[in-house]
């Protein structure tokens, strides 16, 4: 992989990790169009490395929230007098991370090979924006982040797992959860912010270190580096916007994004305009 391949891929992920518009979806569609293989070891290590930029701003950005429930939760574990709202945010944190770190491993194989065709990854966009419409229309908006509850994430943590599948959109199975058990957009957004930073971190490292010779031999570490540096980058300033537009707009322009690109990957396919895999 050359640098302006890894810039532009790195600045795709970090646009689109966010956004419900499934960054790994995104990834995968490029990838292929610039000629990869997208099942290959060495590409969909790629692929789950360079979100540790997209973590990283999500860590930068939430820092003081991190700063004040973390030692909250810790002292609440010692001290019933602490157990106020922030140790039961982070204990509905770390509970709405269980189901991935489950079902993650479990179909580590299927969700690296098989998943990855662009049949899915197009089918999974046009899909999934029906559940994303019907969510952000019937939710009721009246629950707000204090109001948050372990059963809450748990909830919402189940919905994350489905976005293993490229095209569904780890953002848009997380907000499409949240919504649905009424809480608002704003709250189903950093709730998404939250839960990423457990998954995405496992993920990454995972890949890091069990395929450190096989992006060596492939892809190359220079690019991979240099894509997670633009990853960091450009999710830092779209973490930034999404939480602004997400408090005015509803997710329709997402929607329709979604399922114009779903139908154009598909096409695509179907007339062996690209392969699928």
């Known amino acids: 992989m050359n640098i302006l391949e890894a810039i532009l891929l790195g600045a795709v992920e970090g ?46 950005y939430l820092r003081a929230d991190i700063a004040r429930i973390v030692p909250a939760w810790c002292r609440g574990l010692f001290d019933a007098a602490h157990r106020g709202a922030d140790y039961r945010f982070g204990w509905a944190v770390i509970l ?18 098989t998943l990855r065709s662009l049949w899915f990854v197009g089918g999974a966009l046009i899909v999934w924006s ?4 019907f969510a952000d229309r019937a939710a009721t908006q009246r629950r707000h982040e204090t109001d948050v509850t372990w059963k809450d994430t748990l909830i919402i943590g189940a919905a994350q797992c489905l976005a293993l599948i490229p095209g569904v959109s780890r953002s848009g199975a997380t907000m499409s959860a949240g919504l649905l ?33 096989t992006i060596a031999a492939g892809i190359g570490w220079v690019p991979t580096l240099v894509a997670t540096v633009v990853s960091f980058a450009v999710a830092y300033a779209s973490v930034t916007w999404l939480l602004r537009f997400v408090a005015r707009h509803t997710y329709t322009v997402f929607i329709v994004y979604r399922v114009v690109l779903g139908v154009v990957v598909l096409a695509l396919v179907a007339t062996n305009t690209i392969p699928a895999v």
């Open 181 to 213: 058990r009424d809480l608002d957009r704003v709250t189903v957004t950093r709730l998404s912010f939250f839960l990423s930073v457990p998954a995405l971190t496992a993920a990454g490292i995972l890949q890091g270190v069990t395929r450190y010779d």
């Open 15 to 60: 646009f689109t990790e966010f956004l419900p518009v499934s960054s790994t979806g995104h990834l995968t569609i490029l990838e292929k169009l610039l000629g990869y293989r997208i099942d290959a070891p060495d590409v969909t290590a790629f692929t789950a490395i360079i979100q540790l930029g997209a973590v990283l701003a999500t860590v930068i």
């Open 96 to 113: 709405g991370s269980v189901p991935i770190a489950i079902v993650g491993p479990l179909f580590k194989d299927r969700i690296e090979t």
């Open 130 to 133: 029906g559940v994303l419409w």
